[in-house]
Every structure is written in structure tokens, then in C-alpha cells.
Nanobody
């Protein structure tokens, strides 16, 4: 499956953005999708993941209550709604796909396909 992330931009602290991850191919609905982010000088870190059905969702602690992941399989798209953004949320955000189940803590190596990333910049 091929993925393309979009929706990033420059926003002020406290604002919101919605990222989209568009997938190609008829098998998109078979894949769990995760969002990761990478800030300058830091390692890529897990943000959220949704199972292929949308019934199982996990978030990293520092986005719980602010970010919401969802998917629309007929549209081959997964969304990441990001509210109450903070300057520390500034990063390149990547979506990634994997077959099989997701866990509460996911690593970069758990995912087989990656999108190109979209930059989110939150000014203070």
C-alpha cells in the first residue's frame, strides 16, 4: 500500500489542524494505520494508531484528549485531528501502515509502508 500524508501547516498555539493519510490500492482497509512524528534533532516517535476496522485505537499519553485518529475506509483515508496544539507538537508527521494488530506502544519497525511526511509548525 502507498500512503500520502497531507494537511500540515503553520498555526498558532491553541489552534487545530487535521492531517490526512490517503492510501492507494484496494487493500487499504486491510491495514492498521499509525501516525508518527519527528521533531528536529529527535527520533521519530509514535503518536496514534487505528486498527483496520477502526474499532481499536491507541494514543501516546502526551496527545490523549487533544488528538483524535479516525478512518474512512471507503475513502481510503485516515485522519488525525489535532486540537489545542502546542509548540512542542512541531514536527514532521508521518503515517504508516501495517498488517495485523496494533498495540498501545508501537515502534517505527512495526510498520512496513510509510508516507512522505507533512510538516506541522506551531508558533507560540
Amino acid at each position: 500500500v502507498q500512503l500520502q500524508a497531507s494537511g500540515g501547516g503553520l498555526v498558532q498555539s491553541g489552534s487545530f489542524l487535521r492531517l490526512s493519510c490517503a492510501g492507494s490500492g484496494r487493500t487499504f482497509s486491510n491495514y492498521a494505520i499509525g501516525w508518527f512524528r519527528q521533531a528536529p534533532g529527535k527520533e521519530r516517535e509514535f503518536v496514534a494508531a487505528v486498527s483496520w476496522s477502526g474499532n481499536t485505537i491507541y494514543y501516546v499519553d502526551f496527545v490523549k484528549g487533544r488528538f483524535t485518529i479516525s478512518r474512512d475506509n471507503p475513502k481510503n483515508t485516515v485522519y488525525l485531528q489535532m486540537n489545542r496544539l502546542k509548540p512542542e507538537d512541531t514536527a514532521v508527521y508521518y503515517c504508516a501502515a501495517k498488517l495485523g494488530r496494533i498495540l498501545a506502544t508501537m515502534d517505527v519497525g512495526d510498520f512496513s509502508s510509510w508516507g512522505q511526511g507533512t510538516l506541522v509548525t506551531v508558533s507560540s
